[in-house]
């Protein structure tokens, strides 16, 4: 039976605020142990890694673990055998990802112990970052799609205990009423209420809004949580704009408003903080590596490929190199919370784009017919 | 003779530019549009004016050149061909400078491209080109008897060539497809590539700056879906079109019927390396060093680039990308690899390390130069990052690899040459336009088609009379 340090880690009193040499310390015993996990248990992965001359006994300290050889997110796609470092038989979920590139989605799968922890890390970010606990979800979008963006929240909605009739999809048929929609939350009696969506949903009843002079009030608590579809408002509405006219309108703070990072890769969103900070939970690490030459990182704040790894997963080595370009740095944000922060750049050109971005251009072009 | 810069140049570190409009010989310049170029010195400005009214006005009252002998064409377009063939011709140098800054392409590149439009203006290509596209000359001068009727190739008017920033002789190709069909030309520049047309057209004031050709040649410029761009396709009475599918698409809803437009991209192309490349050492190394050249030409940016390569028999195509692998470091070295984006390095990085979680072989420069990776998956080729990367299949046959042609392939290049024969009725069935030899790819071979068609003999009107 192995002793599990991130299990440890998971159940921290303070696990967003701890020092940062606290941080680097269990960052580097639970990514050591995973590592030498799936080193060992995922034959697929030890193959790999051995091409690269990387083996567990290379990673000795917290800088070490740019080491860690990362699995481009397409080879869960087309790998005839599944990749995973447990039993088939222990796998109890398989979530999918689609590609606009293949026909092939990419699946990743999980076993209990692995989707158990994931719910548990996603409950801590969002009651203890997100501050989201309690209240009535609005969905600005239809509730059965197959996005990330949309499985991943009903997810973690599940995770903090949000019972389904406190939840509500503004989006059926392809049809978005935003008068229908505004009587919805202005009707909700359960407190607060919360919207979640990509922007350009939050724009067009932004826009209705300010075009008929009303304002919907919502709540001191309320959360209004955006994810994906920002290439679409980027341009025509710059992110502290959005945030300007989404308060205004809505009758709440900006730092209500939140953005979230959705990683299906590794089973997480990333929610802002009150200072729209997106942080890196110590279970996880990204690292951001040299686009010339990945087995180099670069200095800390310079963009690069980023690899999202998960201590949590031991399923399959979730070490995702997805193609998206980004900066990482590491530190104590305004908030006091400590650890690496985030800011996502977008996607390498030619890596194939996937999942959610897509999928919301094709939601959008209906819903705007 | 008159030496017209069209930009100041101010030394080696400059990051804004000033780029002219050209409106029938007369250069106009202004701020209106900034469009910026990403270099390995960091970010480049280039300032040009927008397009007014009164520039609409003046090009569309601008008459073709129906008047020139075709010889009188010929002899302009040689003699700008041989200010562009010295490597010392002062604009030349100039565009060079700023090509680099613009396009990212390393400047020994520009120069090989500049060197291309060179020849591309020499006598023995136009002549040929006139007379495999034409058949006679003298259809464009005069009225030619044919069985019991005459006939002429009347200009259509105004060409309109929407330009793609990938390759540099694109310009000069289209530009002389318009003048000797004699018609006068309305150039748009593409944001890749700001710098060709404009000096090719200046270069012109210094042959002869009352020439027809040179009154009648406009250089112009529009952001994507500016409203001139309708007035301008409008104007036109023929259109070439050059560059990705969303261009050749947005250009073609707004062309209004009757308008003849010419499309030219976007495509992908392949080698197939026939088993007789195996017979000795030299003959696989002298194939390789060609093979190399047709990838890194123009970074892998052109159509007529090689993306896939498919080598014949058992084992050989482990030697071919052991070779190839040495030829590219030496043609690297001859023709390096321009400025790329973090996010274009980020793409093939991405394709090397997945390719080596599937088991393929890699091989690679030290950082992103160039990349042949040894696969069994044609499929996943569809999402390539080009940048000098190239997927390498070994099959039993070269017939075996036809299958793998569609209508996205626009040239296809066979090693050895006489197995052309045997493979081309099949290669061009399935949708390839070209099957060429390995190391002339990136060339427009004097007489040839270009992508199914013969672009002269659209440019004109064939009339008639008796």
Known sequence: MVDWECDKLLRNKAPFSMPLEQVKEWRFKVFKQIFEFHYKHCPLYTRYCDLYHVAPDDIRSYSDLNKIQPVPSDAFRDMDAPIISVPAANIVFKSTTSSTTSPKPVWFSMDKISMDRTNFANRRSFTEILGLKDGFVFFLTPKDSDTGLVKGMQATLRTIGLPPENVDYLVAGGEFDVEQVIQKISNCKTRPRHIYGP???????????????????????????????????????????????????????????????????????????????????????????????????????????????????????????????????EGTCECGRTGQIIQHMGRAQGAGARGCAIRLEEFMSKIQK | MAKVNPVELSGSHQTTFRLPLIINSEKRFGQDITTKSHTKDGEVSFHLPEISDEDIKKISV???????????????????????????????????????????????????????????????????????????????????????????????????????????????????????????????????????????????????????????????????????????????????????????????????????????????????????????????????DKAAHDLVLFDQEACHSPQLAFVEGKGNAEKFCDSLSVSLVEESKRLPKGFSRGDRHAAISHERILAKFYGEKVYESEKTEWTIILSDKVQRTQRHPLGRVLYVFEIPDLKDAIHHIDKSVQTVAVFPEKRIVELRDDITKRGADRVTIIGRMGYFATGAPHEGIYPLSRLVRWVKSR
């Open chain 1, 199 to 329: 922007p350009f949903v939050f724009m067009r009843i932004v826009e209705y809004l300010e075009a008929n002079n009303k304002q919907i009030k919502l709540d001191p608590e309320s959360r209004l949580m955006t994810t994906g579809g920002w290439k679409r408002v980027q341009g025509e509405v710059p992110r502290e704009n959005f945030i300007e006219r989404v308060s205004k309108v809505f009758g709440v703070d900006g730092s209500q408003i939140r953005d979230n990072l959705g990683l299906t890769d590794i089973f997480t969103m990333l929610p802002e903080c009150e200072y729209h900070k997106k942080h890196v939970p110590p279970w996880f690490y990204i690292s951001v590596r040299n686009p010339e030459k990945t087995s180099e990182d670069v200095a800390e704040g310079e963009t690069g490929l980023l690899v999202y790894m998960s201590s949590i997963i031991q399923s399959y080595p979730a070490f995702c190199m997805t193609g998206d370009m980004g900066k990482v740095t």
């Open chain 2, 62 to 288: 601008t008459p073709d050149v129906h008047e020139l002998s075709i010889k009188e064409i010929i002899d302009f377009y040689v003699k700008v061909g041989k200010l562009w063939g010295s490597r010392n011709y002062d604009l030349r140098k100039d565009a060079v400078l700023l090509a680099e800054r613009n396009s990212g392409y390393s400047s020994e590149m520009i120069e090989h491209a500049y060197d291309h439009i060179a020849g591309i203006f020499s006598k023995q290509f136009i002549s040929q080109t006139i007379k495999s596209e034409i058949q006679d000359e003298a259809f464009l001068d005069d009225w030619l008897k044919v069985d019991s009727i005459y006939v002429h190739a009347q200009p259509r008017g105004k060409v309109l060539h929407v330009l793609a920033g990938n390759a540099p002789p694109i310009s000069a190709i289209s530009m002389l497809r318009g003048s000797l069909t004699k018609n006068s030309n309305i150039i748009k520049m593409a944001s890749g590539d700001l710098v060709t047309s404009v000096y090719l057209a200046s270069s012109f004031l210094d042959v002869d700056q009352d020439h027809p050709i040179t009154k009648t040649t406009s250089v112009v410029y529009w952001p994507h879906g500016s409203l001139v761009e309708e007035k301008l396709i409008h104007e036109a009475n023929a259109i070439c079109v050059w560059g990705g599918k969303e261009v050749i698409e947005s250009t073609k809803a707004k062309t209004k019927p009757g308008t003849e437009l010419l499309e030219f991209g976007p495509r992908r192309s392949m080698q197939f390396i026939g088993r007789e490349a195996f017979e000795s050492k030299n003959v696989l190394s002298s194939v390789t």
